[in-house]
């Protein structure tokens, strides 16, 4: 388990151009980083590149890192959330492209793995759907507090709102969900 | 309702780690082996193209009464004289206070501030190794549109609002097809709002070819002419760029974009492919 220290001096050599900082850093919270953008994207292999893209950020930003209570993790949330947000961004452009053209035929894979993260890729995705209506901004704090265990704290950091900000999305969505919940309940 | 709750969190695979890992590794070598001095000079030349460009849509916007609004950093040279490489090699303190229009990175205004510091002779060293500048088309709109050849292939490299687009490289001696008239696509936040999207296409007219014109129509009711420029190296370039609102639509449900190319008398139409022939940059997404 990393100690303040260590995250401080960790992110002192980053701000000095270390690579292999980078790299500890990424072997240190690069599961968790990949875990939030796949809340975030739906998909593991989007996952992966975004996860990718936020530790190349991270180094081509490297004298800007921040430690909050001693820990780089919120900056580097707040650095996925951004990723996140313009890849699904993006795909949501790739994907209307891409639904215009004729579907490939689709090669089954038997992997007990592959199939496994094809559920959970589907699970995630109606998630996904579930919260749609809810606001970007305050589906960015859900996912951060309640998915991926940030205090309200490391979240306003990792956001760059203040803590109050945190709370009053959270509570709006919240509010927002249970209002779906009971709807939901009612149409079935 | 779904349960909003996801699925548990599983490990990256091995695979997948040792590849980001090397990719992260190497990068970071690599920028830190080659050091301020391999900025300088990239920095040098995209500032200079940068400052006329920036100029440009910073006098076109306070001819029209704009102040900037609020769009994240203005276009052009304003926010890169505080935000360059040069600068970043300060300490993170006073870079932190000059940076305001993104405190944590990988927003898009952030982006467009990376590829702005990046310009063309930056971009291009990854879009066509060892391409040398041989032409420039006059700015439009702030767009600065330069042509960079290596060997028998060319590129086109253009900067607006910060942002800079290169093109994968094309044959010099271009074919009759689809592919010599794809557009890039760049988005970039509107003052009002919502995005604007600038096509771009370019090309090269063949040798002995004196009656060449190319036109593009756009599903907006546009229709635009290629503008020629001759080059340093005595072959004459064509450029297209048309920039329009981006309603946040679907755009392949609107009509398609076409070229027109008029040759010795003949006239051949191309009718673009959305994202397939929308998309011909090498720098950047769609």
Redesign the interface.
Known sequence: MATEGDELALVTALREDDPEALATLFDRYGDRIYNHCFRATGDWADAEDATASVFLEVWRHRRRVQAHDGSALPWLYGVATNVCRNLNRSRRRRLRAVAALPRPEVAPDHAEQVVDRLGSSARMRAVLDAIRELPPREQEVLGLVAWSGLSYEQAAAALDVPVGTVRSRLSRARARLTTQTSRGARDD | ????????????PDQ??AR??A???G???A??RSGPRRWAIPVLAAAAVLVVAGAAGWAVRAGNGDGGGDSGAPAGGATSASESPVE?AA??ET??ES?EA???????E??RV?VKELGCAETVTSTLPGAEQVATFPDVDGHATSVWVQGDRFTVCDVVGGMTTTHRPLPLVPRASRETFRVSSAYLPAHGGGFEVTRLAAGVVPDGAPAYAVSYAFPDGASVDAELTTGSDGRRYWRVLHSHADDGG???KEPPITATLRLSGTEHVYTL????D??AQANH??
């Open positions: 309702m779904t349960d909003p709750t996801p699925p548990p969190d599983e490990p990256m997948a780690r980001i890992r990719e992260l590794l990068a970071a070598q920028e830190r970043s300490p993170s870079l932190g940076i993104s405190k944590v990175p990988g927003t898009q952030d982006h990376d679907n755009e392949t492919r959305w994202g397939l929308t998309c997404g769609c």
